[in-house]
């Protein structure tokens, strides 16, 4: 059974650029969520899709968002970037709310 | 509001010494769901098991066993005769019921140092 795929691993972009992160989540399942990792913040809940419908949202800027298509995979965006954006990127793939997740091996974003 | 504590921030043991990491978690809610996971130096968070809050039972899985106690809200993790590849970052997390959907509320986590 094929894990949880994230590309790119790494990506180095400028400040005000925008990046697109993508996440192919375990077949079967339909919850896609996203967490950002950094060492002053540890690990944070940004958005998590179910069928195509995003059904949470954590405390992040708009400059956040997210899709998820029919066939589960999901991509997210982020805008404008900062230097503060800086981070490891977790995509998890779970077969609904309460059950096990499991993590893609992240992408890592530098923002210069 | 949900929120995970991890006291321990950094741990070191020699190799097979029994080490416990503690997590206390606070919910309102009654229907709750509590994770381990380990997160080695490639980055990858690695699932290690799942408790919901109506199963206080113990598990043991190997030399990991985890101790759930509604009463104290924590949901520690002992690993038995420890090894040089549990050296990594341990996250204990919470996720609640309801309309909230997948959202996992982590801890900070807790560096395992196992020494040869």
């Known amino acids: 059974k094929a894990g949880v795929t994230q590309t790119p691993r790494y990506l180095i972009k400028t400040r005000g650029q925008q990046v697109t992160l993508s996440c192919s989540p375990i077949s079967g399942h339909r919850s896609v969520s996203w967490y950002q990792q950094t060492p002053g913040q540890g690990l944070q809940f940004l958005f998590e899709?179910?069928?195509?419908?995003?059904?949470n949202k954590g405390n992040f800027p708009g400059r956040f968002s997210g899709r998820q298509f029919s066939n589960s995979r999901s991509e997210m965006n982020v805008s404008t970037l900062e230097l503060g954006d800086s981070a490891l990127y977790l995509c998890?793939?779970?077969?609904?709310?309460?059950?096990?997740?499991?993590f893609g091996q992240g992408t890592r974003l530098t923002v210069v | 509001a949900q929120k995970v504590t991890q006291a321990q921030t950094e741990i070191s043991v020699v190799e097979k010494e029994d080490v416990t990491l503690d997590c206390v978690y606070e919910t309102r809610d009654t229907t709750y769901y509590l994770f381990w996971y380990k997160q080695p130096p490639s980055g990858e968070l690695v699932f290690l098991i799942r408790?919901?809050?109506?199963?206080?039972q113990n598990e043991i899985s190997g030399r990991y066993s985890w101790n759930f106690q509604k009463s104290t809200s924590s949901f520690n993790f002992t690993i038995t005769a420890s090894q040089v590849v549990d050296s990594a970052v341990y996250f204990c997390?919470?996720?609640?019921?309801?309309?909230?959907?997948?959202?996992?509320?982590f801890g900070p986590g807790t560096r395992l140092s196992v020494l040869p």
């Open positions: 997390a919470l996720s609640v019921g309801g309309d909230y959907g997948q959202n996992f509320v």
């Open positions: 899709y179910f069928s195509e419908t995003q059904r």
């Open positions: 408790r919901n809050s109506f199963d206080e």
């Open positions: 998890a793939s779970s077969f609904d709310r309460g059950t096990e997740a499991f």
